[in-house]
Structures are given as C-alpha cells and as structure tokens.
C-alpha cells in the first residue's frame, strides 16, 4: 500500500462518500475531541453495544471489554472486524 503524498490533513467525509468510521484502538482513549451529541457517556468512553455505536454509521474495534474479555487485544480485532462488517451490510 502506498500512502498519499503529500499527506491528508483532512477530510469532507460528505463530499468523499463516507458513510461509515470503524475505530481501532485497543486501550481506553482519550474522546474528548470527538463532539457528536450521544456518542459518549459520562466519563468520555463510546457508548456501543458490541462495537456498535450509538449514533448510526459509527462503529468500534479494540475497545477494552467491547464484546469479550480480550476485545483490548490485538488478536481480537480480525473477530471483532468480521462481525461489525456483517452488521454494517446488513443494515446497508
């Protein structure tokens, strides 16, 4: 795979056709940044149920606890990612 050069420092995801964002990230982060109104709980963490956010279109991988103990886990997210892809055709 070759990256774009120059880099991309952003992005329209309307104007690119994106209708879906999967976040991969394996340890409890730091959402604050993220401004969407029902995305987060109290203490700044995703609100999802097994990787599916609660707002549409947005998912997540490698949270700690997401669906199983070892969703933290690197060797979990070839699991965790079959099973948001089959959600997100489903519901496509």
């Known amino acids: ?3 774009p050069n120059p ?4 992005l329209d995801s309307a104007e690119s056709g994106i209708t879906t964002v999967v976040w991969c990230t394996g340890f409890k982060g730091d959402f ?3 401004r969407l ?3 987060l709980d ?3 963490q995703p609100v999802h149920e097994d990787g599916v956010a609660a707002l549409p279109g947005i998912y997540f ?14 060797l979990a997210i070839a699991e965790e990612a079959h099973r948001l892809v089959e959600h997100i055709v489903r519901h496509s």
């Not at 880099?7 to 952003?10: I, P």
């Not at 991988?61 to 690197?74: C, E, H, N, V």
């Open 1 to 3: 795979m070759q990256l």
């Open 7 to 10: 880099a991309v420092r952003s």
């Open 32 to 34: 604050s940044w993220v």
């Open 37 to 39: 109104s029902g995305l």
């Open 42 to 44: 109290p203490e700044g």
């Open 61 to 74: 991988a490698g949270l700690d606890f997401a669906s199983t103990r070892k969703s933290g886990i690197i």
